[in-house]
């Protein structure tokens, strides 16, 4: 069954404004500040979380204490 040139005309338009949307919304998810600016909250999440922050300043702390330790010996 042949099919209506109009109605052709107007798939390809729809195809095509789908298409469109689609690039636009991966250009957007691929936006590099986009991505670094979400890396850094999810960082500043993690280490905001009491476990993880407590543990790094025991590790600092450790780590100093050993430090000052050999130097002054």
């Known amino acids: 069954m042949a099919r209506d040139p109009d109605t052709i005309q107007r798939e390809i338009e729809q195809a095509r404004d789908a298409l469109a949307a689609t690039l636009d919304e991966?250009?957007?998810?691929?936006?590099?500040?986009?991505?670094?600016?979400?890396?850094?909250?999810?960082?500043?999440?993690?280490?905001?979380?009491?476990?993880?922050?407590?543990?790094?300043?025991?590790?600092?702390?450790?780590?100093a204490f050993g430090l000052l330790r050999k130097l002054f010996r």
């Not at 691929?30 to 300043?57: C, F, M, R, S, W």
Request: aromatic share 2%; no cysteine.
């Open 26 to 63: 991966l250009g957007e998810r691929a936006n590099p500040q986009k991505l670094v600016d979400t890396g850094k909250a999810n960082l500043l999440a993690t280490l905001n979380e009491p476990k993880v922050k407590y543990t790094l300043i025991a590790v600092g702390a450790v780590v």
